[in-house]
């Protein structure tokens, strides 16, 4: 065999190799290990983890062919430092790119918890812990004046520092990071109650001369009460011009916070609490708001309707019935409330 067929056939060989190779790695980085796989599991990236052991762990549990390739691939597109911790749904089904995607976006798997418009602190603390969220007293204990928000959230500046965060816990849907603290998760909702409290909002709130911690008092207060956006602005102005008069304002959703009773019937005996939060006994808004109400009841409280009534009642079917005067209050209460 001459010198040149035997160059020409290392030639081949050398080329044939080097194809052979290129094949190998797109097929290892761009065909997922076992392509119909349908199920799911959770792959953990820690914090300070780098591609090295990111990439010894995928292959470790089954989820790609060769560790190598998903760290050379994340090296060549620039993404080595971008990579996420948390916990993520993964398959072998998934390809190195499509996992790598997840790793920068952070699609980690978050779990969702919703808190309902109108509960208060002592609500969300106890449905927190039955969602394994957070347990009931740490919650309680964080949010009742264990920490000052107020230098990271400007709203909460007029707030008095020994109230807790009542009215401030934004009613909302939520995502959840495993292994998130409880302090994170009330900064993030902390952080939603700032966002929904537009500028506009705060401009009209210091237009009217009143301050974010009385406004969201009284719309506490119009949480608990009514249902419906006209009840609530109209019973907003029923409650505004009580204050403005000087009359008591004797809303029975303050006795309710005081006693923790979840039913809406008061007793007399009730409105005779020594307690700051008792509208019956002391006049003006109560102490500081009683639920966390939902942005409906915050621009009722801003926009009260202006009507000749002073006095309302909500039915058992939920009907708001108004009145003028106390007589026609008393007769309502007779035939609505027995």
Known sequence: MSKKSQKIITA???LFLVLTLAVSVWEGIYVPKTPRFKETKIFSVKKGEGTKQISINLEKQGFIKYGLLFRFYVLTRGVADKLQAGDYLLSPSM?????TKKFVSGDIIRNKITIIEGWNIRDTSFYLEEQGVAKAADF??????????SEDFDFLKDKPKDLSLEGYLFPDTYEIQKGESTEELVRKILKNFGEKLTPELREEIKKQDKTI???????????????TMPDKKSVSGVLWKRLENGMPLQVDATISYITGKKNT?????DTQIDSLYNTYKYRGLPLGPISNPGLESIIAALNPESSEYWYYLSTPEGETIFNKTLEEHNVARQKYLK
């Open 213 to 227: 911690f009385e406004i969201i008092t009284m719309a506490s207060l119009i949480e608990k009460e009514v249902k």
């Open 95 to 99: 390809a190195t790119p499509e996992i």
């Open 265 to 269: 019937k008061v007793l007399i005996a």
């Open 12 to 14: 081949v060989s050398f």
């Open 140 to 149: 309680s204990t964080l949010v009742n004046s264990a920490r000052d928000f």
